[in-house]
């Protein structure tokens, strides 16, 4: 569990603290920030609720969450990047495969050496405990990181009896949370994570059910052709 965010600040800092708010707090999984003064006058912000009444709840905006979700819309999708070993964990964990390439998506783009400020590493963002549950050498190749993803994302499934919203949720923030909110939590951060997942996952799907179509009508195609020729 991460500790609280906690800080404390002479009131002449305030206005100053609350302009650079945006980089220090905002990358935080949750968008409210609560504050009080303590009984020495100094002015407090933390991410935990306070148990002293007369406090404050100040929203913080996060630039990242407030991307109009259109732009996930129009994102190029990654069709066939690292496509057989997502195929391969898909089929192995009974995970849909839109859903598995649109979660590598979100958290990484695609992009095998991506690591947060947190220490999330590799395509599906494993965090250090993960790495160590999984028995990771190396959280940077892709075999072993969408391995290991993708075991993880199936279990979020089952625990959340196939809501791949939950699902998202928990793999965002975390399952303790959607289970204490019982839903999706109340993390900007989180529900932008969700709607970008669903974007993208519907995506993905309707590229694989294109794909499937097409491959269909080239065989109608040549059918057609080898019934021409054949004939007398």
């Known amino acids: 569990m991460e500790r609280p965010l906690l800080l404390k600040l002479n009131t002449l800092k305030v206005f100053v603290l609350l302009a650079v708010l945006g980089t220090t707090l905002a990358v935080q999984a949750q968008s409210t920030i609560y504050h009080y003064y ?59 495969l839109a859903l598995l390439k649109a979660v590598v998506h979100a958290e990484s783009n695609f992009n095998p050496k991506a690591e947060s400020h947190k220490g999330a590493k590799g395509l599906m963002q494993l965090m250090p405990l993960l790495v160590k549950e999984f028995n990771i050498n190396d959280p940077f190749d892709p075999a ?57 996952r519907n995506r993905y799907r309707q590229h694989v059910q294109e794909q499937a179509l097409a491959a269909s009508q080239l065989v109608v195609k040549n059918d057609t052709l080898e019934q021409s020729v054949t004939s007398p």
Request: charged share 20%; proline share 4%; net charge positive.
């Open 144 to 200: 072993e990181n969408i391995a290991a993803g993708s075991a993880y994302l199936a279990h979020l499934l089952k625990r959340f009896k196939g809501n791949a919203k939950l699902a998202a949720a928990a793999y965002n923030a975390g399952p303790s949370n959607v289970v204490h909110y019982g839903g999706v939590p109340p993390f900007k951060q989180t529900r932008a994570f969700v709607q970008r997942i669903d974007i993208l």
């Open 38 to 96: 303590n009984q020495e006058g100094i002015a407090v912000f933390t991410d935990a609720k306070p148990k002293v009444k007369g406090f404050e709840v100040v929203e913080l905006k996060c630039a990242q969450c407030d991307q109009q979700l259109a732009a996930w819309h129009r994102t190029p999708l990654y069709t066939d990047k690292y496509h057989q070993h997502l195929v391969g964990a898909a089929k192995e964990h009974g995970i849909d």
